[in-house]
């Protein structure tokens, strides 16, 4: 079982759809973070948390510590929102060791 | 400010030769971090720095690869000899704060024939 689980693997929605991406750990973390990947390639890190949630324009993350648990939301959803999202845990007592999951591939149609 | 910079962004090469990535991080960034991605194991990190020294290298998957940072503004990570199975996108990142925040290069997209 990979220690970083990302569901679903494709989604495809509706412009302007509320969108929900899914993340469960399975080790002790010291920060949890979501990258998003574009089309061409190119990684930008969105958020890093820890408890709570945080949000950046349209985009929300919240972590649930006590379920292992992270949502990233994605509210009135576009089409250039269409990339791959990735999470990511930095294990507790482990600064360098970082485990990803496999994405999550997000298409939004016009 | 430029952002990270990795070059060649394209590499294809025939299995046996040496392979050289190149990584100039962003001014001021004492961490650099080299990834691998792959359809099958997703994202990886290699090996990373702080301030020129290797911190972990745990991730580098065997000893054809090996990474320098011969000062501040520039990294090489070195395959010899290339195999197909290591054919993949390298990231190189850089950050100010460790892994706490990173910034990611365009990556360079290797294939091994």
């Known amino acids: 079982k990979n220690e970083v689980e990302q569901s679903p693997q494709n989604l495809t929605a509706q412009e302007g759809e509320f969108i929900t991406i899914n993340c469960s750990y399975s080790?002790?973390?010291?920060?949890l973070h979501w990258l998003q990947q574009h089309p061409g390639g190119g990684i930008v890190s969105l958020f890093m948390?820890?408890?709570g949630k945080k949000k950046h324009g349209r985009l929300i993350a919240t972590i649930n510590i006590q379920e292992k648990h992270s949502s990233l939301h994605i509210t009135a959803s576009h089409p250039r929102d269409s990339a791959v999202y990735i999470c990511?845990?930095?294990?507790?007592?482990?600064?360098?060791?970082?485990?990803f999951g496999k994405g999550t591939r997000l298409h939004i149609l016009p | 400010d430029a952002g990270v910079i990795q070059s060649p962004r394209h590499e294809v090469t025939e299995m046996g030769q040496e392979v050289t990535l190149r990584c100039k991080p962003i001014?001021?960034?004492?961490?650099l971090f080299w990834y691998r991605q792959t359809m099958m194991r997703g994202l990886e990190l290699l090996i990373y720095?702080?301030?020129?020294?290797?911190?972990?290298d745990s991730g580098m998957p065997e000893d054809r690869f090996s990474a320098k940072m011969p000062n501040a503004s520039f990294s090489t990570l070195k395959i010899q000899p290339s195999e197909p199975r290591d054919s993949a996108v390298y990231f190189c990142?850089?950050?100010?704060?460790?892994?706490?925040?990173?910034?990611f290069g365009p990556g360079t997209r290797l294939t091994v024939l």
């Open positions: 990142a850089s950050s100010p704060w460790g892994l706490r925040e990173q910034f």
């Open positions: 080790v002790g973390i010291s920060a």
């Open positions: 948390l820890s408890s």
């Open positions: 990511a845990v930095t294990e507790r007592n482990r600064d360098d060791k970082i485990i």
């Open positions: 001014s001021g960034h004492d961490y």
């Open positions: 720095f702080n301030n020129n020294v290797p911190i972990d």
